[in-house]
């Protein structure tokens, strides 16, 4: 629908209903480019803490036998830096900018979850918090940012040091899980009219893998949090060998995550040179499909490497040659985006700015770090150099010139998004060049020292073993390159005040981010445009003009509601309208009582670290609770004559997707933990499973059943609610709620029952802790069952709302793969091997 009214009451209209709160009401603001901006201002102030932690331990290894350091706090610094720079500032940072991007990109207003980016956002922050917290308490974490056991258990690491490390990483994880779960479903389901995902920018591509490299890559370690802390806490046994745990299995769920992490990193950024690359050079990107292919074939990899870090460990012959083939494969992809973007600037006319810098810069530094990389994935060689200087210089060759060298040259590209102005090319280049000499100074040096033997995470060493000279140089490199980075940063403050005006789209770029006003509003676009190809602004430079006068879709507001399209995830033609949530306080009171549980397990009062999770649960319920057909979420259901209907007026809603790719990650953590049954069974050099099993076969089959009868049952209530049959829904959901209370209830009585001594049995705990995980899961899926008939008895679901019975479908699908794949794996397992 077409809008010519005048173009500043068009932005009156839309800014009343999508505009920002101000002073404290702020903090209730969901708007993304808001919570984008707070990830990557937050994000930058944990960089600058992980910096300084840098420079004390340069400091400390400049000279042999300094003494200004001591070696406990020398290790605390070193995990600290490690952790606040992998965990605080790398993911959250690139996942923020995406946050604050891919609207833009797409032709959308908002991102389809905007609650779950606040929630995202305050969970990061109040988990970095937690785990920065520790160092001004003397308390911070000493086991290295990989926390291995033992060392990191309670035998060896008494007190709540590790604790602060598990409980504030585990916290944010959450946040990356949920950004990723926002971005997914995004990008498939919210893009401009006609974007096909052949016609998608390459950065969306990018994000579109990274999001489900985190869905499937940071469970692994929310399970091993999870389990080290039942263990440090609890007594649980997983990873002691004397009760039949391995603490090998910590490294494999470590690694499970870390590898993918790695490249959960350098995608973004490779996405940002895939996106800067063409503009500069003046021409689109060279081989369009080889780089998306490279960049699916790249995170698809990146999943069988995690053991690429396990050389040293004594993993079998023929798994070390697996591994390491697989570690060298995954630079075909890598390379085909190398030369990819080579060849757009070989063909093109680059413009060699400051942006520009920061692109040539990394690809430098990257190609000496992938040809390091592909030498470490030699097993003889890594053997070698395992646990020295020369991983150090690898890893930060890969991670630091391959995100933060790109991070810089996007953040001078979008500058103009976030302030309309243009920032200084003179204190740019000076800000890029120290960082730059000052990086290889630090860096490219340390391959030598470690080449020499200079093993990594020692808090000093002995003069004449020709260690001096090459430490001291790295010292002097890394304040140099710090120097560099507070150049960028003092460039970046100032060009908000002194910095020229941008005026439309400065660079020339191609995507529709820059047919928005600089800085964009709230909303984005005052019209949603349609998309006829890859790079809509070069084929239609007036665009941005014509989305400001309303002359494109969705250009009316007068309904209240905040909307924006959802698209077809193939062709992006147009489905329903997708109403989003306004302005809520919910995700910050719900990520304030996870605070409070995580803190009420620091200190040991799990009563009240009870009472905050029932707490945490009533606020996400209520949360759901503002949805759909409510009143608050939809005051209006009326639609313009031509349009399509709202989301929650259809049976293939945004939340349909979001379930769906939650339950994804839920489903990546629960085989995770089948994994470690299995892998203790046939590895840990004391498992000694009971003679009998504890399990009793029959009651838990017939408690199967039954959970097999109510999901059919809920199967054929949902059938009937696509035929447009709502009678009886409620009775019948009624009637599976109860059913479904007394199949958990009946779960639960067999948990207590049975004879479990997970203290004692790393056997005992896995079953205890599969069992509770499968109890949680059913005792909910009766509940939502309850609050949807309730819903159909206000009127809030049913044949003008029908979609929300769907997705709670979905949750009891999923507590009954569970129950069926945990009964094979604890029951039919260890009967049919004998055991």
Partial sequence: MNDTRNPERLHQDFEAVWGNPRGWRALSAVNHSSIGLRFMVTGTLFFLIGGLLAMLLRAQLARPDLPLIDPRTYNQLFTMHGSVMMF???????????????????GARDLVFPRLSAFGYWCYLFGGVILVS???????????????????????????????????????????????????VSILR???????????????????????????????????SVLLELERAAGFAFFDVARGGDPLLWQHLFWLFGHPEVYIIFLPAAGIVSTLLPVFARRPAVGY??????????????????????????????????????????????????????????????????????????????VAGGLTGVMLALVPFDWQVHDTHFVVAHMHYVLVGGMLFPLVAGLYYWLPHFSGRLPSAQLGRWGFWLTFVGFNATFLVMHWTGLLGMPRRVYTYQAGLGWDLPNLVSSVGSFVMAMGVVMVLLDIGLHFRFGRRAGDNPWRADSLEWATALPPASYNFVSLPACTGRHPLWENPALGRGIAEGRHGLSIVDHGRRETWGSDPLTGQVREIIHLPGNSWLPLYAALVLTLVCLSLLNGAYALAGVAALATLGILLRWSWVNGAHPLAAPDERTQPGDPPLHSRTFD??????????????????FSLIFAWFYLWTVAPKWRPPAQSPLPELPLLLDGLLLTAIVLGFHRLVRRLRRGEQRRLEAGLWTLAGLGLLQAAWLAR???????????????????????YLLLHCA?????????????????????????????????????LVFWVSYFALVLFPRGIGA
């Avoid at 944010?172 to 997914?184: D, M, T």
């Fill in 653 to 670: 809603g945004p939340g349909l997707w979001g379930m769906g790719t939650a339950l994804l990650a839920n489903g990546v953590l629960f």
């Fill in 750 to 772: 067999i948990l207590v029952a049975m004879p479990l001594a997970p203290a004692a049995s790393a056997h005992d705990a896995l079953i205890a802790t599969t069992l509770g």
């Fill in 190 to 224: 919210s893009r401009a009219p006609g974007m096909s995902l052949d016609r998608m920018p390459l950065f969306a591509w990018y994000i579109l893998v990274t999001g489900l490299m985190i869905v499937f890559g940071f469970p692994p370690l929310i399970l091993g």
């Fill in 88 to 106: 605080l500032f790398a993911v959250p940072m690139v996942e923020g900018l995406a946050v604050y991007l891919i609207p833009k990109m797409l």
């Fill in 134 to 184: 520790s160092l001004a308490l003397g308390l911070a974490p000493a086991g290295g940012w990989f926390m291995y056991v033992p060392l990191s258990g309670d035998a060896h690491s008494p007190g709540v040091n590790p604790d602060f490390w598990l409980l504030g990483i585990t916290f944010v994880e959450i946040s990356s899980v949920a950004g990723g779960i926002e971005l997914v």
């Fill in 289 to 366: 499909r080889w780089l998306v292919l490279a960049v699916i074939g790249t995170g698809f990899l990146s999943f069988g490497l995690w053991v690429h870090h396990m050389f040293t460990v004594g993993i079998p012959l023929l798994g070390q040659a697996f591994f390491s083939a697989a570690s060298m494969l995954v630079a075909v992809p890598t390379g085909i985006q190398v030369f990819a973007w080579l060849a757009t600037l070989w063909t093109g006319r680059p413009l060699f700015n400051v942006p520009m810098l920061w692109l040539a810069g990394f690809l430098v530094i990257f």
């Fill in 780 to 816: 909910l899926a009766p509940l939502f069952s309850a609050l949807q008939a309730w819903r159909v008895c206000l009127g809030l679901v049913g044949e003008r709302a029908p979609y929300e019975p769907a997705v709670v479908l979905q949750w009891w699908d999923y507590c009954l």
